[in-house]
Every structure is written in structure tokens, then in C-alpha cells.
């Protein structure tokens, strides 16, 4: 059975719905003399929306509907009949989804919060029926205006996972091992390199009900900042975590030194990310049940006077030491009334506003259906029937 894919960088094109063109017609029924024009409205076009979804985990269905297309809406007919509005198109993404234009790689969205909606296309307006030329000079017009298109756009979408606590070490230091025992996880454990493929985010509980999110991301090695095995395509899931763990294989299983590996860890994500070195971070001395870890860890606190929590992810020995740590450190507050996380992107969920109004984005933060963006539009010429 082929395993799940996660996918969490997708380049897509989003297209909204064109608007129904409007409805050139005129009364005609038994016994009415010379009926007017009565020539209704096209429908809009439908929106393409992106919902979070705590549900969704990856990119992976996006990644197969690279194309993505709103519903037209209706033309408009006879006896001032409204064309119906396309009906939209709602894809649902992972929380912690960033959004940005393609070419110029300007941030539309950051999609964090569980129900969030985000207008990435605007439908297009309906045209206008033949009925809103009538006057009393001309009772005939012919006149009407076709829709307009909706807006297409290429987009990028990033995931970023949510997480407040992010998980750092070198391949096989026993970063998942460490996340079965502290959470509710159960990534894949073997002794060999690259066990984790992708992130896995587990959920500690607390005894006050309280709960923090930890993010297991794959092993870094030399090089992850210039896109060298796996790090580089995750690293960005760090930037979201309030702490940084780093786990260190005391024992130096692998034949490095524990402190050369932390030395290289602090190296590499401060070459990625200057902002993530600065980030609140613990140390966790992993494999403390080995023979050699003992005097590894004396050699350690000499070279690097960081608080070191001394921990056997196999034993389960530690384990207790670590969580009061995180709850000492992050001080998290029980289900119901903690603020959610803000996005670490440094900047705002809209575009920033152009002189042609066509030109750009259409975007909201939180923008729920109820209440959809008031976008000026062009006006075009109305066409005259022949």
C-alpha cells in the first residue's frame, strides 16, 4: 500500500466564474398591446475561496486540481427574470496556509484559524437586461451588457504547520521517539537516518488541561540552509513554533560530538533564518541510557552553558522533567480560552492598494460569506442588439 504524500508547496491557477450576461427580451402575452422591454440581469460569477480546514494535513488535494475553476454565473431572461450567481468554489487547506501572487511574490493570505475564508478570485458581475434603458423617450431599447470575467490569478500556497514547540536535531538523535513519548503521536521509529519524511505534529496534554503542539520536522544535516538533504524543504515549518527543542544524541551513536551537532544546528537555522537562533530554545540530552552519554553530557555542559534537561526517550526516563519545562516555559491555558497563534510571516493578509483595481488581488482577512468585498468594476459600453 503506497504511503500517504505530504505535500506542502503547490503553484495553482484560480479562476473565478464569469458573470451572466444580461437579457435583451420584450413582453409578449395574449391581450397585452405593445409590451415593454423585460430583459433581466445576469448572475455573478461564483468566487474561488480557500476555507481552513484542521483536518486537512497537506497540500496533496490541491496538488492534483492544479486548475481551479468557479462555477459562471447565469444569464438573465425575459419577464425580468435574475440569472442565478455562480456557485462558489470552497477548497479546503491545512491551518497555517500562506498565500502569495507568483510573479511578484507578494503575500495575499495567512490562513491560521480553523473556518478562516479567504476570497483569492472575485466572480464577475452580471450584466444588465434591456429593461434599465427604458425611458419614456425610448421604449424600445435593445440595449444590454454582456458579464464580466472574474478574475484569474496564479497562485503559490506554502504550509507552514502550526506548532508550538519545534522539534531540532540531527538524523537518528530520537526526535520521534521523543514525540510518542511526550504526546499523542505515533510517528514511524527505526534505527536508521530519515525515518521522518515529513512533519508530525503530536499534541502534550497537561494535567491543568491545558495543551501544546509539538512539531517533529526531518533530521538537519550540514548544509540544510543551501537546501542539502531534507532540512531546507522543512525548515520553514519552525517559523510558527514559540520554542525551539533542540535534541541532542548524547551518546554520539553516529560518531559526532554532541556539541559539534549543536553548534551545527545553531549554525544552520541561523544561516536560514537569523529571527529562529534569537527564538526561546531547550535543550534535550537524548540517549542518556547508553553507557557513553554520562561522561558525553560532563563534556557538553563545559562547552555549551545552556540548561540541559538529561532525558532516555527508550526508558521514558526524563520525560516528566521536560514537560514541566514546557509548561514552566510556555505557560499554556486549557481549551477554550487560549488566543490563537499569530502568523510569523511579518506581514498583512491584503495586497497592497494599485491605482487599477483590476490589477491586483482580491483579498480579505477572515473574510466570511455573509459579507462579500465591495470591488469597484469597470463599466463597459452597453452592446445594441441588431
Not at 419577464?79 to 497555517?96: S, T, W
Not at 464577475?124 to 421604449?139: A, D, E, I, P, R
Request: charged share 25%.
Amino acid at each position: 500500500m503506497k504511503a500517504h504524500r505530504f505535500v506542502d508547496h503547490v503553484t495553482v491557477q484560480v479562476c473565478a466564474g464569469k458573470g451572466g450576461n444580461g437579457c435583451c427580451s420584450f413582453r409578449r402575452e395574449a391581450c397585452v398591446e405593445k409590451g415593454g422591454p423585460d430583459g433581466g440581469d445576469g448572475g455573478r460569477g461564483g468566487h474561488v475561496i480557500f476555507k481552513a480546514d484542521h483536518d486537512e494535513d497537506s497540500l496533496l488535494r490541491i496538488y492534483y486540481t492544479p486548475l481551479l475553476v468557479a462555477e459562471p454565473g447565469v444569464p438573465g431572461r425575459g419577464q425580468k427574470m435574475h440569472g442565478r450567481n455562480g456557485h462558489d468554489l470552497v477548497i479546503k487547506v491545512p491551518c497555517g496556509t500562506v498565500i502569495y501572487e507568483h510573479e511578484t511574490q507578494k503575500l495575499i493570505a495567512d490562513i491560521v484559524e480553523h473556518g478562516q475564508e479567504v476570497i483569492v478570485a472575485q466572480g464577475g458581475k452580471g450584466g444588465m437586461g434591456n429593461v434599465h434603458w427604458k425611458s419614456s423617450t425610448h421604449q424600445a431599447p435593445r440595449e444590454f451588457t454582456p458579464g464580466e470575467p472574474g478574475g484569474e490569478y496564479k497562485l503559490d500556497l506554502e504550509l507552514r504547520v502550526l506548532a508550538d514547540v519545534g522539534l531540532v536535531g540531527f538524523p537518528n538523535a530520537g526526535k520521534s521517539s521523543l514525540l510518542r513519548c511526550i504526546s499523542d503521536a505515533h510517528p514511524k521509529v527505526a534505527a536508521y537516518p530519515f525515518t521522518t519524511l515529513n512533519p508530525i505534529v503530536g499534541t502534550v496534554f497537561f494535567d491543568d488541561y491545558s495543551h501544546l503542539r509539538v512539531a517533529d520536522i526531518p533530521g538537519l544535516i550540514e548544509g540544510a540552509h543551501e537546501g542539502v538533504g531534507l532540512g531546507h524543504e522543512f525548515l520553514r515549518h519552525l517559523g510558527r513554533s514559540r520554542l525551539l527543542l533542540y535534541v541532542i544524541d548524547m551518546a554520539g551513536v553516529d560518531g559526532r560530538k554532541p556539541w559539534d551537532d549543536f553548534r551545527a544546528l545553531r549554525r544552520e537555522i541561523g544561516l536560514y533564518d537569523a529571527d529562529l537562533v534569537s527564538r526561546t530554545a531547550l535543550v534535550v540530552a537524548n540517549k542518556m541510557d547508553m553507557p557513553e552519554a554520562a561522561e558525553n553530557l560532563k563534556t557538553f555542559k563545559r562547552k555549551i552553558r545552556q540548561k540541559i534537561i538529561p532525558l532516555s526517550a527508550i526508558e521514558n526516563s526524563g520525560v516528566d522533567l521536560l514537560k514541566k519545562r514546557l509548561w514552566e516555559t510556555l505557560r499554556p491555558v486549557p481549551r477554550g480560552h487560549r488566543e490563537p497563534l499569530l502568523p510569523a510571516v511579518g506581514a498583512q493578509n491584503t495586497l497592497p492598494a494599485t491605482d487599477d483595481p483590476g490589477d491586483s488581488i482580491i483579498t480579505e482577512e477572515q473574510v466570511r460569506r455573509a459579507s462579500f468585498l465591495d470591488i469597484p468594476t469597470k463599466k463597459k459600453k452597453p452592446l445594441k442588439l441588431l
